[in-house]
């Protein structure tokens, strides 16, 4: 087992920590689990907590542009208040459950880009150091992924994934950040919108999902940006006609002409005031496999190059340099 930092705050002779997930990836909801390996340095340490940080690289807008940051958005305490000998390793295992409104990092095994990571905190003699970041693997809920095969089937391509600071108006987010995963139009909505931003909001009992199209100008009227919110349920997922229930969603989209106002912290979304709710319609299974947006991920930006920027962000040593947005606190 290679040990990846020594304590930072105790010096040489520190003890050490390496964390380490089980493998695969986790849906929102679903239970993180893994081990954290602790080695102790050259004299016995009162170990007063361990605790492990979900964190994001998140985008933020401001008046002087745009920046990037890190957000910690679900914290989980392993253990605490025991001694750790002179050389003694330790394994401690850990378990939690995912936030509901987790972003997606990957769709059928092609990583969207999206960088988030778990960071283990040790807590010693009053002194506490932050370890390297972990990358954390999740994958769709079934209704997010039906949604966004719908998208696929109906001629739509994936063009980008990221996560932006703020807060949408008018919906139960509890995060201080969003997912819009972007795409490309398919070919007869092209001469109607340039793109499509879709951020999923998922609770225990369901999802919103937030459309928004930046629509191209007309004849009689300028381009802006339309907005329409849908909710579903997860139980609705194996006996809805997606693509048909995806459709209906685009044509009430496109259809809204009134733009919407922005929220106060610059994200692209903004209040849902006029908003669309739709219930969810009986039909046929989606099918699954990897289709659809699938093929758009590899196609809108190459896998191997998604993997190298990722892996540098993980692999580097300059992890103090980025700014930090602020925590939020979900400990157990």
Known sequence: MVFKRLLGSLGVGGPSVDTVLDPGAVAPGGTVAGQVHLQGGGADFAIEHITLELVARVEAEHAEGESEGLVVFHQHVVAGGFRLAGDERRSVPFSFVLPWETPVTELYGQDLGVVLGVRTELGVAGARDKGDLDPLAVRPLPVQEAVLEAFGQLGFGFKSADLELGRIGGTGQQLPFYQEIELIPAPRYAHQVDEIEV??????????????????????????????????????????????????????????????????HGGHHGHHGEGHHSGPGMGTAVAAGAAGLAVGVVGGMVAAEVVDEVGDFFEGDDEGDEEEYGDEDGED
């Open 199 to 264: 951020t999923f909001l998922a609770d225990p009992a369901g999802l919103e999902v937030v459309l928004e199209a930046d629509k191209r100008s007309g004849f009689h009227s300028e381009g802006h940006d339309a907005l329409a919110r849908f909710t579903v349920g997860h139980q609705e997922v194996e006996r809805t006609d997606w693509n048909a229930e995806v459709e209906g969603w685009l044509r009430q989209l496109v259809e809204h002409h009134a733009p919407y106002a922005h929220d106060a």
